[in-house]
């Protein structure tokens, strides 16, 4: 479809990163200390904030043109927290360890400004509904967003005359619902969670195995994260939604319905109990972001601006995909080749003919996924595809050999081809599980007989060695020395102004059309 000067049709998109570490000590238990002053405020912060919990540290790079520099921003601001934690370090795996229930992790506070309140009111109610130990899961976020010079030559290539922004939302939806029907591909290549502490499931019944005293895992997994154990609120589970995909309108309208409709489930956690907000509301939804999916659309809100009704008034600006385990081992979480690969698998994704999901290949849909996150390394594992079982080694073959001539035009003139050469690194790992993260894992958990605790711990260690001698330059410290200190005085300026009731501020905000 696209051939000669694709390489460069394709570069000038936006890759993003964000990243979530869960801050402990070094024995491996949960901090209860605050954020750091010295990293800003994590309400204005625009690259280091903290997600459900107060010791949930996330990174969030900007947009860069290459995969490349998103990963060398990813690695200045780890140094540049190291540098500013005392006697901590960051956890190097998805799944968090040695937690003493829910009641001990401490939920976010981004201070008293009507804003910040709604965070933490927020994250409280996410507590209530699905606890506090499901939200201190960490994982990484790859967001991309194809070119303006793109869309142009494809819209005059496939011979279309509506409007430039309705084309892209289309083909942004249909790489979306592809991302969704291909994504099981992501656990079963990048997958980094075969095994969990035993404290994070508590007194709780479970399937898991038991590796040693310590830690459950399932033999054959790849991303337990993604599994049946973590933070989902679909509608199989009986409190969610199932949101449609088809068009950027029906998205939208699926989401607006869960957030205006109560649920009797979330109705007996109260809303306003004892002066205090334990939720934002008993909808469905309290807001877009409690909606867990791999993908999303999305679009750079205003400030205070409703994510739905941004995506209503602008577009899809990038897609954010969500299923990428933390690698535990690589410092970064992440690494340069699985960067390359996920580009190639979303541009595939966004070309690839993408018919409409209906329920019954939605339902297939959260099958293939759970099976690949809890069985995936097993040779004679089976995924449906149109109704019929298909071998997930021949699914994944197909998959990755349609992206050769993806990977080729991104490669251009580049004599090492690291598109092509990462693909076929995948390819070899599709051939042989062992090769995968997870196996990897297991596989060192085994050999030097410990269980997810200590592995975990060793290698949080041996990062946080990694980024103590990381050469951290002059003009990216003061980026962010900068930033943390703009950051707190925007947050004082906030709380300093007069300011509306909270409940009128929340009616304002859901008001927004």
């Not at 980094?192 to 054959?220: H, M, W």
């Not at 939804?285 to 008034?313: D, F, M, W």
């Not at 990381?470 to 990216?476: A, H, V």
Request: charged share 25%.
């Amino acid at each position: 479809m696209i051939n000669a000067g694709a390489a460069s049709l394709f570069s000038g998109g936006n890759i993003g990163l964000e990243k979530e570490s869960l801050r402990v000590s070094n024995e491996g238990c949960i901090s209860g200390k605050e954020h750091p002053k010295t990293l800003g405020s994590a309400l204005t912060n625009r690259y280091i904030t903290t997600d459900y919990s107060e010791a949930l540290t996330e990174i969030i790079t900007p947009p860069f043109n290459s995969s490349k520099d998103a990963l060398g921003f990813l690695g200045d601001a780890h140094a540049f927290v190291y540098s500013n934690l005392n006697e901590e370090i960051l956890w190097s795996t998805s799944m968090p360890c040695v937690l003493a229930g829910g009641a001990n992790i401490p939920v976010a506070q981004y201070g008293s400004s009507n804003a910040g309140l709604m965070k933490t009111a927020y994250r409280r109610g996410l507590g209530h509904r699905y606890g506090r130990v499901m939200q201190v899961i960490s994982g990484v976020h790859f967001n991309y967003s194809l070119p303006d010079a793109f869309w142009r030559v494809f819209q005059e290539l496939e011979q279309n005359t509506e409007q430039l922004r309705g084309f892209r939302d289309k083909y942004y939806l249909g790489m979306l619902r592809n991302l969704k029907r291909y994504g099981w591909l992501v656990p079963y290549l990048f997958g980094a969670s075969p095994a969990v502490c035993k404290s994070f499931i508590g007194d709780k019944e479970t399937r898991l195995e038991q590796f040693n005293d310590n830690t459950y895992f399932e033999p054959l997994a790849t991303s337990l994260r993604m599994g049946d154990i973590g933070y989902t609120n679909s509608r199989e589970k009986g409190v969610g939604i199932d949101v449609c995909y088809d068009s950027l309108d029906s998205y939208i309208n699926s989401l607006d319905l869960a957030i205006n409709t109560s649920c009797a489930e979330w109705e007996r956690y109260g809303t306003l109990v004892n002066g205090r907000y334990e939720q934002l509301n008993t909808n469905i939804l309290q807001i877009e972001n409690e909606h867990y999916s791999t993908v999303r659309p999305k679009q750079i809100a205003g400030s205070l601006e409703k994510p739905s009704l941004a995506l209503q008034k602008r577009g899809i600006r990038y897609v954010e995909l969500r299923s990428i385990d933390v690698n535990a081992l690589h410092p970064l979480g992440v690494s340069q080749e699985q960067l390359w690969f996920l580009e190639a698998f979303m541009i595939f994704c966004l070309l690839h003919d993408s018919p409409g999901i209906n329920v019954d290949e939605q339902k297939v849909i959260y099958r293939n996924l759970e099976l690949v996150a809890h069985r995936g390394r097993d040779e004679r594992i089976g995924l449906l595809r149109r109704n019929e079982e298909i071998k997930l080694r021949d699914w994944a073959n197909e998959l990755c050999s349609s992206m050769l001539g993806i990977c080729e035009q991104l490669d251009g003139d580049d004599p090492g081809r690291p598109y092509s050469s990462v693909l076929k690194q995948q390819l070899e790992v599709v051939a042989d599980p062992t090769r995968t993260p997870s196996a990897m894992m297991l596989a060192e958990m085994q050999k030097n007989g410990e269980g997810f605790f200590s592995f975990a711990q060793r290698m949080s260690l041996q990062h946080k060695q990694f980024f103590d001698d990381w050469n951290l330059s002059r003009q990216r410290q003061q980026l962010f020395e900068e930033e943390a200190k703009n950051s707190l005085e925007s947050q004082a300026a906030m709380e300093d102004a007069g300011k509306i009731s909270f409940e009128q501020f929340l009616q304002e905000y859901f008001r927004q059309t």
